[in-house]
């Protein structure tokens, strides 16, 4: 499974970003999906996660109301859209694939990460 993410960038306080993850490969649209975050000097952190048909989702509480992740399983393409982004909100974001929603909603869950894309928000 191989995973590309792109759509970061910089955005102004109070803005909005959405960013895409593309899933190749034979077996990727059976798995669930995540994004997690990481800022400079932190760790990384989860997101958000959708399983392999969108029927479930988990979401970190602190971006519940402002984050929403969703699937396009035809286009095999995972979303992120970010909402009343704030500057804590910077940091490099991974798209990532786990076999269950709770097990990508856990970095030792995930078994492919993809790249990150940067996402900086200016205060």
């Known amino acids: 499974v191989q995973l590309q993410a792109f759509g970061g960038g910089l955005v102004q306080a109070g803005g909005s970003l959405r960013l895409s993850c593309a899933a190749s490969?034979?077996?990727?649209?059976?798995?669930?999906m995540g994004w997690f975050r990481q800022a400079p000097g932190k760790e990384r952190e989860s997101v958000a996660a959708i399983s392999w048909n969108g029927g479930s989702i988990d979401y970190a509480d602190f971006v519940k109301g402002r984050f929403a992740i969703s699937r396009d399983k035809a286009k095999n393409i995972v979303y992120l859209k970010m909402n009343s982004l704030e500057p804590e909100d910077t940091a490099v974001y991974y798209c990532?694939?786990?076999?269950?929603?709770?097990?990508?909603?856990?970095?030792?869950?995930?078994?492919?990460w993809g790249k990150g894309t940067e996402v900086t928000v200016s205060s």
């Open positions: 490969g034979r077996t990727s649209s059976g798995y669930a």
């Open positions: 990532a694939a786990g076999v269950s929603v709770t097990r990508t909603r856990a970095a030792d869950g995930i078994d492919y």
